[in-house]
């Protein structure tokens, strides 16, 4: 199964799409986002890892610039 979601709302669907992959990820094979724009892109490079983290210090700096309850639903 793949998921696709179409990123116009920054400020939104970081925290939703990791909700959803909390809930629903062992069911996937793939998820797609999609973005409009070359600077919309660019900020979602920028914005990701705080949701994602890749490594121990992308965690970290997560823990300090994210709110615990980032108040994402699905």
């Known amino acids: 199964m793949i998921s696709i979601f179409h990123c116009t709302n920054l400020s939104f669907l970081p925290g939703t799409v990791r909700r959803f992959l909390e809930k629903w990820g062992k069911d996937l094979d793939k ?13 979602y490079r920028r914005f990701l890892p705080l949701y994602f983290p890749r490594n121990e210090e992308e965690e970290k700096e997560a823990i300090v610039k994210l709110p615990k309850d ?4 699905i």
């Open 31 to 43: 998820v797609v986002l999609v973005m409009d724009t070359e600077e919309i892109y660019k900020l």
């Open 70 to 73: 980032t108040g994402a639903f």
